[in-house]
């Protein structure tokens, strides 16, 4: 027998938690146990779920509203087909609706794991693509897109590249336009980063976003492809988790794929109800096949909790899924003064990457690009930001000046 | 100009609202606005978002963490496609993971809902199937389908629709698999809904669920409708919205969609975060084209507070919109002491919806429609359920007697 578990934190004040978990594995697979003929249960055993756990947290004097328990259950992979909605369906569905619930982690058997190749070019593939192997990335993000045309959109891109980023990426908010059409800004951005490159010595991925109808999807994406892209943002939410596994697995989209994290607030933030961040963000994600995945920071203007972010990195990097490891891509209010905490927590596979960090730099965009590169160079040799910056990185000493050193 | 526009609760105990509310019409239209020169601001000013409303709700003595204001804010169309992805990435996108904000409306503008036909059927549609207009629709869900093969399945059908009901949906945990694949259930159901038929007189509609990857919901819509199917189950917040809108307004899919609620809760029931019901279950089902769209109801086991409910019903059905009706499906727990209660609500347009309250019956599934068919006479001549079940009805006499009426 095989199953995919799921972990709930469940609030009541008085409900029988023991109780409570066997009629979600009852309600959400068989539908009805007790009731059954002997020789019905054993024809349906194969289909029924199991509580795996039940762990009730009720300490002396807790608030009214507060008392909870964390339960698993397993439910018996032959119930459902070896695709996401299939599996999300299966485990909070309908209980998703059903008193305050959050869905808190899943566990995928090696048979549901089977359909999903995962990455296809993951953490390695990408360094393969840029040629780097012993330090973090560095990301810039397009600003203020909308409604520029095709030579604004080049100005700031080569902006940022001559600054030293290994990758960019559009502004999610950058649908199909008529001013700058995917296979034209592809085009005319990749020229841009060849020229680039001829100056900095470093190669560069620039993640399109690719928009529009999903029937449509792929066959933008191969257009893009075609014009010479070397990677596609993709806001998998708004899609759909089973969209970006099937442009993943598609062995004609030949590129890394970013995942941003548009919407994923509507799902997480809650204590009550939901899906954590590091199912969401983390399981999810890279089951689908994101090859970087973008959340946002414990550190900068759209915060999540630490502890949380340590579980999307642990589920987008753990050996124990027989699939490549995804790029974490902490996000949001970035600037210099915070590369130490992001490599202490993440290590050196993380992709840092910044906006207004870069393009608000007081020197200008290249200058804010410099301003990261130095401050990557300076936490990786464990030196002081401040020290770095007064020896002759005057880039990382204006950045230090605008927006300090968190440490 | 053209603009769709959001409305949002946010909650903050200390923040200028007027200006939160002008960083996001800035931030996620144009990027940036006061450090624009006015030259560009000129060519910008049709990119801007606008600030339509600010609602401070900040009472004498209101408690910490309940200070809130109600904020809409209008999004021009030009900078995004004409698709619901791009309208949900560019008015929730970022923000939904900034603070505790709720997106409680969306306001859609002729330009944007001139790309959604809406649903292809909808309530008169779904009346003309039928051949019935004088009154409430009788769904009836199959129940413990899991592990059922072929025969048991058929006798299961044949006994829901003897009871009389005029729809039977899948259970949305049915999915594709080697004992009841969809083609062969349909044609088999068909056929019994057929026999049933020329016993109670009435026409049947049985939706059978969509399942299985993105890119093949289509031919296997296809192929059920090949075999027969009358209409389609589909667990659209599973797959995405825009995935339920490219297949009811594709002009193969000949049948009625009905789209199940599953997952929503991991969205609408926190007061602070997500997105409300009327807008995930009202207002995105219909453009999406759903012509049936299932709930949790007020009433029974699975519930929503009333006043969010009225809201669902009133998205499905305004006649502001050019587009068809979407008919509401309050479901789960439902019993047929509920049903006066569903019609004062509901009125005529509307689907009664149960599951276990008409296969718990105590005399039996058949005897379950019977009863709710009762029900629904007695309630549109507003007759006392206990009286009409008085003279000469004992299905729903038991019924009362198991769940009682509720008033």
Same sequence: chains 1, 2.
């Avoid at 998703?96 to 990455?119: C, H, Q, V, W």
């Avoid at 449509?216 to 969209?243: H, P, T």
């Avoid at 990786?380 to 927006?403: C, F, N, V």
């Amino acid at each position: 027998m095989s199953y995919c578990t799921a972990t709930y934190r469940l609030y009541d004040d008085q409900a029988d938690f023991r109780k409570k978990a066997d009629s979600i594995a009852v309600g959400m697979t068989v539908g009805s146990w007790t009731e059954l003929p002997q020789a019905k249960r054993e024809s349906m055993q194969k289909h029924l779920g199991q509580v795996l756990n039940v762990d009730v947290h009720e300490p002396e004097g807790v608030k009214p509203g507060e008392r909870y328990a964390d339960i698993t259950i397993a439910y018996p992979d032959v119930n459902f087909s070896r695709d996401i909605p299939a599996l999300l369906v299966t485990v909070f569905g309908k209980i998703s609706m059903d008193g305050r619930i959050k869905l808190n982690r899943l566990g995928f058997s090696e048979e549901y794991l089977s359909a999903f190749p995962g990455p296809k070019f993951g953490i390695s593939g990408i360094r393969d693509a840029l040629g780097v192997y012993d330090r973090p990335l560095l990301m810039s993000i397009f600003k203020s897109v909308i409604g520029l045309n095709m030579d604004e959109l080049r100005d700031q891109f080569t902006r940022q590249a001559l600054g030293g980023v290994d990758l960019i990426k559009d502004d999610e908010i950058l649908f199909e336009n008529e001013l700058t059409p995917i296979e034209k800004r592809v085009e005319v951005c990749l020229k841009a980063a060849e020229a680039a490159s001829r100056e900095t010595g470093k190669k560069l991925l620039y993640a399109a976003n690719l928009t529009g109808p999903t029937s449509r999807l792929k066959s933008q994406a191969v257009k893009a492809i075609e014009a010479g892209a070397n990677a596609l943002l993709f806001n998998a939410l708004a899609y759909g988790y089973d969209v970006l596994h099937e442009l993943s697995s598609d062995p004609d989209i030949t590129v890394p794929i970013a995942a941003h994290p548009s919407l994923a607030g509507a799902y997480y933030p809650s204590r009550h109800y939901g899906i954590s961040a590091s199912v969401l963000l983390g399981q999810l994600m890279r089951l689908a096949g994101a090859d970087l995945v973008l959340f946002p920071s414990p550190y900068g203007s759209v915060t999540m909790p630490r502890e949380e972010n340590m579980a999307i990195r642990d589920e987008l990097m753990t050996g124990s899924l027989p699939m490549k490891a995804s790029m974490p891509v902490p996000s949001a209010g970035i600037h210099p003064g915070l590369v130490p905490l992001i490599l202490r927590d993440f290590g050196q596979d993380v992709v840092v990457n910044a906006g207004g960090g870069i393009h608000g730099h007081p020197m200008g965009t290249e200058a804010g690009g410099r301003a990261f590169v130095q401050a990557i160079e300076a936490a990786q040799q464990s030196i002081r930001l401040a020290d770095y910056a007064d020896a002759g990185h005057p880039e990382l000493k204006a950045a230090l000046e605008a927006w300090g050193e968190k440490r």
